[in-house]
């Protein structure tokens, strides 16, 4: 197959995915920007007092034993994975489509690894606090109350952008969870007083990966086009 003939065919899904876009947006009563943009608002600022009531009825900021460096070190790697992942989960700008599916893997991939990376070399930065024991029981509370944390964006996030996805919302829906997971990985440093490294891979990252696998799982049949009755 030649490039000609690759690049043929990625065009014509391409337009193919635009006019499934146009058909939907034709045949689908919309509400006005503004109305829609206060919606949006609402929703966005409902959830962002429900997950910031939540993680206060989790118990709130803990320090603990960590110094204020080791916290403020795994706090910024989290809060600038979860920009990141907040931009590309947005959609692309000038794009219907949204961003590619190899763009949207690569970075949820790559945010989990960053954020794993991070916990260990916080571990061997601060050797004295990375070894302490935490019980399995201990990893199994706190992850569940990370998940319980990411669930709430998550699910502000989908639908906010429910039905808009022609191409992979399969893809995007993992993408919002990976970003719904940085965020509960940054509360789950400002919450968790353990300084374990292997607490914080299995309480704090694994859980992120299970967001997004939630998500992509859920934004396949929330974020996807439907059928035009």
Known sequence: MTSDDTAGRSSSVDAGARARVLEAIAGTPSP?????????AWLAGVGALATCGLFLGMGGPTQGARPFEM???LLGFALVASAAMTRLSSGQPGSMLGRPRVVLV???ALTAL???MAIWGASMAWPDLGGEHV????DLACGLMSVIQGSLPLVVWLLLKRGTDPVHPTVTGAALGMTAGAYTVALATLRCAHAAALHGMLAHVLPALLLSM???VLGRFVLRLQPLR
Not at 32 to 40: E, K, S
Not at 135 to 138: D, F, G, L, Q
């Open 106 to 108: 690569s970075a949820l």
């Open 214 to 216: 939630i998500g992509g």
């Open 114 to 116: 960053l954020l794993a």
């Open 32 to 40: 006005a920007r503004a109305v829609y943009t206060r919606r949006a």
């Open 71 to 73: 916290v403020a070190f």
């Open 135 to 138: 019980s399995r029981a201990t």
